[in-house]
């Protein structure tokens, strides 16, 4: 597959590059021309000058001057970031000076910022929104796009929370998490409409945007509370086709650097748990001895499950080829893209299979506009993929968590006649999990399609258009794959015994598991026109109706009309409505819509005459909005106003004279709440934008303050109703923070430098929540951060006093109610409520939370000639993780941080409680001895590029070229006091697949 797919990419460049050459060869006439750009008399570096026709391109140098190969009739654009484009024909520019004047700030070509539905320039926008252009992001070989925005927008927060080949998604934050329900995460729009974008490839994409204010958010009415990241896709130009072709080939390894036990070490501390309790050792001398010394691996086995099984590295590649031109009425834009990554395992093959975890993907891309008239224009954007993951039969889970967790000495992997190993307590063998069970393969097969038109009707007003977009989503899953099982013989007994049955290999049987289609459509008119040189208006009204179905399962339907008017006096001041008449057919019929209305305001400081001559504040301008949102996405049941009826298997009343006579009968599961309704965000912002030190220094800070209601909690209901109910509309969160972001950019003759960063802080406080009358004060929810809430119940902390020392304090402590028998090396609580007796009442509820409460990035780019260094970092603060379930993974709780258990010998430096094999309650519980600082600092990614020159690449008939090498996840800074990812702390434990560093080479060629 792999190999049809990469020929079928060098065959298509090949034709393009062929073709391209073929023509320049007939048709070029090409002369060198030479000028100089100056501005304010000053020679200007670093503008940018392109030959439309032949997508040629060069700069100018530290002294304004500039040479390009072109025909007389050629015409060159000049452009550069805060200038006016000046068009200037070639023949007409040999040995001229060419003259570029300063645009307004923020109103350039390069400052147009995606809206909903429409385009601003960035010093129209009253709004709180950030944009990410693709073209300043490295190329990454990753499967997802979730991991390339880490540390790069203020505001978006993004965690991995996956790893392995076809599951290296993350989850998004926008602002903290402002809600305790299932529905608290970010909408993510692709061209207009909600759809996946996981799967995308990085190259598709023009820009990502941040929606954060109501002004920019209320558009979207029920969708919007949670914030929304706008995706944008690539579209055609009125250029000469430009073809690019991008390959990369790397690989990754763990970043995990668990040291797992060897046998001796495991015996050992098995002996010396099972001594803690009061039990005989299992394990004598000889065979201490025997795992020691390695002496009868057969009998006394010492088995190293990751290092046997677990590459150091498992390769990674990414082709992709696209090509974009037109004419003035025709535009396209084509990709075609294929990506392969394997897993870590090893020892795969056999002659009849491999089940290698692996995972490709080939993704394809047509978006095309077309202007039928000088009125009318149709557009169609179209893309699909297909992926294809193959895991081992039993999941690439089950395989880790035989990995890390069954004891080194359980079984040889092979016996002395070569049959799998095994126990009747153990019976997974690893090498038989991969080499006699088969494999199990996932096939996703998706398509989206965008149908447009756009029609101007100045006949009946200058700047009114009519517009209709009409989307089709469709997906499906399907699951095949070959299945068998393998046998296991005991040789440590006699006679040896055999366990599990020995299957032939088979076809599994086939079956689709999921099958989704989603349509859309959006109709309406935009309105833009100005007045008189000073009054300029933006509007834009839409009617929008969705349907969301799938295999077996009710459809999803919404609908709702929105509308926004804009409105701006001399480019100064600026004013915003925007409203959204929302709704969904999964609340009552008399409550199923909503009107969600938002205002916003703008005005340019720095224009005004106090301010106008400043030689230190080149642009300010101050803005602010205030608007309510809706969140349909509660959770919960579907139809939650309607009361679910039931027949359940052996379910019944009692009825009759007989001790357990009873009746059958429906049970009403959960009873329906006909008042349930949406969430509700009121968000007010307050932000500036400024721009010093002659442009280079671009800054913006936002304060917002939201108030949530009508959060679904769990009532609270006497057990004698004998009824479940759905959620109550009654929790309140308040939120509020500051965000800020900058930029500074600056240019020394050959040497480019530029500095970003970003900056978040989100305190979310529980303000209501349906709680268990009389609750105690400090088991509470009200003032905790939403990252320890949930809809049903909060997680609560024993207060650790340290361990225990010795019997003495013991005897002279509380009781340990929960516990079984205390001894010394375990861990001591807090009696809260001074009664004597731990027990549920001295559990507490604390600030714990995964979720930081701020969150940061920051780089540089560093350019000298043609060579340039790029970098990421990415940071939180405020968050918690919780250990106990790592420390106490493996065999019994044993792995390589048992090693620094309580021993009487190590008690002054012990970091964990003594061990037990039975007795492990009270070391057990939730408390806050297992929580740790989730903070970190990673180095997100590096790109070392080197481009060609200009004169190398005209020989080559060719654009541009360049060789880079791109690192992703490469270090982390932590304060742990163990070896873990806080960011993914299971990753590489209990059954998660390891974190993942990348290194990768790439060559990208544009013809």
Not at 704 to 727: A, Q
Request: hydrophobic letters at 35%; one cysteine or more; a positive charge.
């Amino acid at each position: 597959m792999k190999s049809l797919y990469i020929k079928c990419l060098w065959l298509i460049t090949l034709i393009f590059c062929v073709t391209t050459n073929k023509g320049f060869a007939q048709k070029e006439v090409l002369r060198l021309f030479t000028g100089k750009v100056m501005a304010n008399n000053k020679p200007l570096a670093g503008v940018q000058i392109e030959v439309q026709e032949r997508n040629r391109k060069t700069s100018t140098k530290a002294d304004g001057s500039f040479s390009i190969l072109a025909e007389p009739n050629d015409i060159l654009f000049f452009y550069k970031n805060d200038f006016i484009t000046l068009q200037r024909k070639a023949g007409d520019s040999q040995g001229l000076n060419i003259s570029l004047f300063p645009s307004k700030i923020g109103g350039g070509e390069e400052d147009e910022v995606i809206i909903p539905f429409g385009v601003r320039k960035n010093r129209e926008l009253t709004y709180a929104i950030g944009t990410l252009k693709t073209k300043d992001l490295p190329q990454l070989p990753l499967g997802s796009l979730t991991p390339i925005l880490g540390g790069r927008l203020a505001g978006l927060y993004i965690q991995q929370t996956n790893n392995g080949p076809g599951n290296d998604n993350g989850t998004l934050q926008i602002r903290g998490r402002s809600t305790y329900n299932s529905g608290n995460s970010p909408r993510v729009l692709v061209d207009g409409i909600f759809r996946d974008y996981s799967d995308l490839d990085i190259n598709e994409i023009e820009s990502f945007t941040v929606l954060k204010d109501a002004a920019a958010l209320t558009w979207y009415g029920l969708n919007a509370a949670n914030g929304i990241l706008m995706i944008t896709t690539k579209k055609g130009s009125n250029k000469k086709t430009s073809i690019n072709f991008d390959s990369q080939s790397g690989f990754q390894q763990s970043t995990n650097n668990a040291q797992p036990l060897n046998s001796f070490q495991f015996a050992n501390l098995y002996n010396e748990a099972l001594s803690n309790g009061g039990r005989p050792p299992i394990y004598d001398q000889a065979a201490l001895t025997a795992y020691q010394n390695n002496s009868d691996l057969f009998n006394f086995p010492n088995n190293n499950y990751r290092g046997d099984f677990l590459r150091e590295s498992a390769p990674i590649s990414r082709n992709v080829i696209s090509a974009t031109g037109g004419s003035n009425s025709f535009r396209y834009f084509t990709l075609l893209g294929y990506y392969n990554q394997k897993g870590n395992f090893k020892s795969t093959k056999t002659d009849d299979f491999d089940s290698q975890l692996k995972f490709q993907r080939v993704n394809f891309r047509v978006n095309l506009d077309y202007d039928l008239n000088s009125n009318l224009t149709v557009g169609l954007d179209a893309a699909g993929r297909t992926g294809n993951l193959r895991e081992p039969l039993d999941g690439a889970s089950g395989l880790l968590s035989d990995l890390y967790n069954l004891p080194p000495n359980a079984f040889p992997i092979l016996n002395q006649d070569g049959s799998f190993g095994g126990t009747s307590v153990y019976q997974n063998n690893p090498l038989g999990r991969l080499q006699g069970r088969g494999y199990l393969r996932n096939l996703t097969r998706a398509l989206t399609v965008n149908g447009k038109v756009k029609y101007k009707m100045n006949f009946l007003t200058q700047g009114l258009s009519a517009n209709f977009l009409v989307s089709y989503d469709t997906q499906g899953s399907y699951q095949s794959g070959l299945t068998k099982n393998y046998e296991v013989t005991d040789f440590t007994i006699n006679p040896p015994i055999t366990y599990r049955s020995s299957t032939p290999l088979n076809y599994l049987s086939s079956s689709f598991s999921s099958n989704n289609r989603r349509n859309e459509i959006w109709a309406g008119f935009d309105y833009e026109r100005l007045f008189k040189g000073d009054h300029k208006i933006n509007s834009s009204l839409r009617f929008m109706r969705s349907v969301d179905n799938a295999v077996e399962r009710l459809d999803f339907r919404g609908q709702q009309i929105s509308a926004r008017i804009d409105y701006g006096f001399k480019d100064r001041y600026f004013f915003g409505l925007v409203s959204s008449y929302s709704g969904s057919e999964n609340f009552a019929p008399d409550r199923r819509y909503g009107f969600f209305p938002a205002v916003s305001a703008g005005w340019i400081a720095s224009e005004e005459s106090f301010l106008k001559d400043n030689s230190i504040i080149d642009y300010l301008k101050i803005r602010a909005s205030y608007g309510i949102m809706g969140n349909g996405d509660i959770g919960g049941a579907r139809l939650p106003f309607r009361s679910l009826y039931r027949a359940p298997a052996g379910f019944g009343y009692a009825f009759g004279t007989g001790f357990a006579a009873t009746v059958s009968a429906d049970q009403i599961s959960p009873a329906g709440n006909p008042f349930i309704t949406w969430e509700k965000l009121n968000r007010f912002n307050l932000g500036t934008d400024v721009q010093l030190l002659n442009r280079a220094l671009t800054l913006s800070v936002d304060y917002f303050n939201d108030k949530r209601t009508d959060i679904l909690t769990t009532p609270r209901v006497p057990s004698i109703l004998g009824i479940t109910l759905t959620g109550v509309n009654e929790g309140k969160v308040n939120s509020k923070g500051i965000e800020g972001s900058f930029n500074y950019e600056k240019q020394f003759n050959e040497f480019d430098f530029s500095l970003n960063g970003n900056y978040t802080y989100a305190k979310n406080e529980v303000i209501s929540i349906n709680e268990d009358p009389g609750i105690l004060s400090y088991q509470s929810s009200i003032g905790l951060n939403t990252g320890n809430v949930s809809l049903i119940n909060t997680k609560r902390f024993y207060v650790s006093d340290g361990l225990f020392q010795n019997q003495a304090q013991v005897d002279s402590s509380p009781t340990q109610g929960p516990a079984g028998v205390i001894k010394p090396g375990d861990n001591k609580y807090k009696d809260i409520n001074n009664d004597g007796v731990i027990n549920s009442l001295d559990a507490i509820n604390t600030n714990y939370t995964e979720i930081p409460k701020s969150y940061y990035g920051f780089g540089f780019n560093f350019k000298y000639k043609f060579l340039q260094l790029n970098t990421q970092f990415q940071g939180t603060t405020g968050s918690t993780i919780q250990i106990k379930t790592i420390v106490n993974s493996g065999p019994l709780g044993f792995n390589e941080f048992s090693l620094d258990r309580w021993t009487p010998e190590t008690a002054a430096n012990a970091k964990f409680p003594r061990l037990a094999v039975a007795d492990r309650t009270n070391n057990n519980l939730d408390s806050d001895f297992w929580l740790r600082s989730g903070n970190f600092l990673k180095l997100r990614t590096v790109e070392l590029s080197f481009s060609l020159s200009e004169k190398l690449t005209n020989k080559l008939n060719i654009q541009k070229a360049r060789i880079y090498l791109t690192g992703y996840n490469l270090m982390s800074f932590t304060k742990l006091d163990i070896d873990v990812d806080p960011e993914m702390p299971y990753a590489g434990y209990g059954s998660s697949y390891p974190n993942l560093k990348t290194y990768s080479l790439g060559l990208n060629v544009q013809f």
